[in-house]
Every structure is written in C-alpha cells, then in structure tokens.
C-alpha cells in the first residue's frame, strides 16, 4: 500500500558526525587559500618591502639624499 513516495527516511546526526563534517569543509576551503595569504607576517614583511623599493626610486628619480 506504500509507494516510493510516501516512505519516511530518518538522517540521524550525531554531534561526532557534524564536527567532522565542518573540520572537513573548513579545510578543503583552507587548502584552497595560497599560501603566502595564509601567513599574515609575510604579507606584511613583503608589503614593506615594497615600500622601501618606492621610497628608494623616488629618492633617486628626486636626487633626495
């Protein structure tokens, strides 16, 4: 008398299971990330950086001393 359609389907989630679930997507989305923007202190070193190389190329196109 039953069909297909009208069968009751149970999902039981445990605490365990959605814990796993979560670490699993939150790394497969951090494996994505490059790695030079995963370390905050290289982007930061490398950003200085720069800023030194603008600073010297001004001073030469400036003849600033």
Do not use: G
Not at 21 to 38: F, M, Q, S, T
Request: net charge neutral.
């Amino acid at each position: 008398m039953s069909s297909e359609d009208d069968t009751f389907k149970f999902i039981c989630l445990s605490e365990p299971t959605i814990t796993y679930a979560l670490e699993k997507a939150y790394l497969d989305i951090w494996n994505r990330i490059a790695p030079v923007n995963k370390d905050r202190r290289e982007v930061l070193a490398w950003l200085n950086h720069l800023k030194e190389l603008v600073y010297i190329a001004y001073n030469i196109k400036n003849n600033i001393k």
